[in-house]
């Protein structure tokens, strides 16, 4: 089947580390994306990894994915307020089509 | 690049009537899908275009409807619009010949009364 699965809240302080936690279901899935949700817009693609992978970083962003265990996470360092916002794993199943979790409502206090 | 464009950004329709919403895709991406998202279902996939052709379907009845013209850009409709119709209607588009990455629109929110 097709399933991703979120935390759906996260509360962090600003200038900690956030870390947002997600889970898959299918195994062929060469794509797996994180994508950040702010009030009223559209999805902003943040990062990507490529499911032969183990880690990627990109500046402040750090994906770590374990296939065994189909679990994927995100890890925001020295998170500020303007990351405040929902963030969405997906899973990609190919010609176009992808699976979204219910999304990661991640708040940060001053 | 230019993003991907979506028209119109708002709408408000009743009940029964019929709606089509227009998305433009980044320059060179042939490929086009549309997402329907709401508070309850979340983000569920309607259908994918690649060159005018639809190759992958989600479980949506048939009052949904799309295509793809030659220059990619892409057309949803609704027809016999229902309360429950009432998203946000996003478009995303990729280049299926570099990788498969998908980039959303700003979307499209429809309220249906």
């Known amino acids: 089947g097709e399933d991703v699965e979120q935390s759906l809240f996260l509360s962090v302080r600003e200038g900690d580390s956030s870390v947002i936690n997600c889970t898959y279901t299918?195994?062929?899935?060469?794509?797996l994306y994180w994508y950040k949700q702010e009030p009223g817009a559209g999805l902003q693609l943040l990062t990507y990894?490529?499911?032969?992978?183990d880690m990627k970083q990109d500046q402040r962003l750090t994906v770590l994915l374990n296939k065994k265990d189909k679990h994927l996470s995100l890890r925001i360092a020295d998170t500020q307020t303007g990351d405040s916002a929902i963030y969405f794993c997906?899973?990609?199943?190919?010609?176009?089509?992808?699976?979204f979790g219910d999304g990661t409502t991640l708040t940060v206090k001053p | 690049k230019a993003g991907v464009t979506q028209t119109p950004r708002y709408l408000i329709k009743t009940r029964g009537q019929q709606v089509t919403l227009s998305c433009s895709p980044i320059?060179?991406?042939?490929?086009v899908s549309w997402y329907q998202q709401t508070p309850g279902q979340g983000l569920q996939f309607l259908f994918e275009?690649?060159?005018?052709?639809?190759?992958n379907k989600g479980n949506f009845p048939g009052r949904f409807s799309g295509r793809q013209f030659s220059n990619s850009r892409s057309e949803m409709n609704v027809s016999t619009l229902e309360l429950g119709d009432s998203a946000l209607y996003l478009c995303?588009?990729?280049?299926?010949?570099?990788?498969?990455?998908?980039?959303f629109g700003p979307g499209t929110r429809l309220l249906v009364l």
């Open positions: 299918d195994s062929s899935s060469t794509y």
């Open positions: 990894i490529f499911s032969n992978m």
């Open positions: 995303a588009s990729y280049d299926p010949g570099r990788q498969e990455t998908q980039y």
């Open positions: 320059s060179g991406h042939r490929s």
């Open positions: 997906a899973e990609s199943h190919g010609a176009g089509k992808s699976t």
């Open positions: 275009y690649f060159s005018e052709t639809q190759r």
